[in-house]
């Protein structure tokens, strides 16, 4: 049982590339979530899903987009990376509203825009 | 709207000392609160949550809705101990998203 499994784990772009952060699940999990985390502000929501084919901004939603065509997958796009975008960016996943286990956690990825 | 703050970036205590991890939270309705911990090079797994009052690694978390706080205490610190915490809340909104604080940065001396 992996968990969630995010790819790739590290990945520097310059400016104006574009890019696409993997998340899958292999635990039947409808909500998923992508966060990034940057020092100080701890991690702040960028996009989520409650379901497959369904998706909804977050707190930080400007600079990207996602994706879930299949449960286990939750695809976060970077269409023109920024220097602002330097960040790890976490997904998690949830089995259920009431969050009876918490979050899961996939192991992260670290972004670099120069 | 719903937020959650954590003032300590950084707690350093002696190992066996007492800690206290502050968290506050402003939210309209009726709260549900998580602690989650971060090991060095790990991802983020949860701690422990208000409404299991349970006891995890020695950690305790009370909910008191008169000051707005879910503090994370522990008697006596172990080396093994120091990570990165964060105070998260629950939302009841349609997506149930957690809303973290900045965390806190615990390191444990011998």
């Known amino acids: 049982n992996a968990g969630v499994t995010q790819t790739p784990k590290f990945r520097v772009l310059k400016t104006g590339q574009s890019m696409t952060l993997l998340c899958a699940q292999d635990?039947?999990?409808?909500?998923m979530y992508w966060y990034r985390q940057d020092p100080g502000m701890g991690l702040r929501l960028i996009h989520y899903?409650?379901?497959?084919?369904?998706?909804a901004k977050g707190e930080v939603p400007d600079g990207y987009n996602v994706s879930r065509l299949k449960k286990q997958n939750f695809l976060l796009g970077l269409e023109s990376a920024a220097p602002s975008q330097t960040s790890v960016y976490f997904c998690?996943?949830?089995?259920?509203?009431?969050?009876?286990?918490?979050?899961?956690f996939g192991s992260g990825t670290r972004l670099t825009v120069v | 709207a719903q937020r959650v703050t954590q003032p300590e970036k950084l707690l350093s205590v002696f190992k066996g000392a007492p800690v206290e991890l502050k968290c506050n939270y402003s939210y309209s309705g009726s709260p549900e609160l998580f602690w989650y911990v971060q090991y060095s090079r790990q991802r983020l797994q949860l701690l422990l949550r208000?409404?299991s009052r349970e006891s995890i690694k020695g950690f305790t978390a009370d909910l008191n809705k008169g000051e707005t706080s879910f503090h994370l205490k522990k008697p006596f610190a172990q080396e093994e101990d120091s990570a990165m915490y964060y105070c998260a809340l629950r939302s009841n909104n349609a997506g149930n998203m957690l809303t973290f604080g900045g965390g806190t940065r615990l390191m444990v001396k011998p």
């Open positions: 208000h409404i």
């Open positions: 635990m039947n999990h409808e909500y």
């Open positions: 899903s409650v379901g497959e084919g369904t998706t």
């Open positions: 998690a996943s949830s089995l259920n509203k009431a969050h009876q286990r918490g979050y899961t």
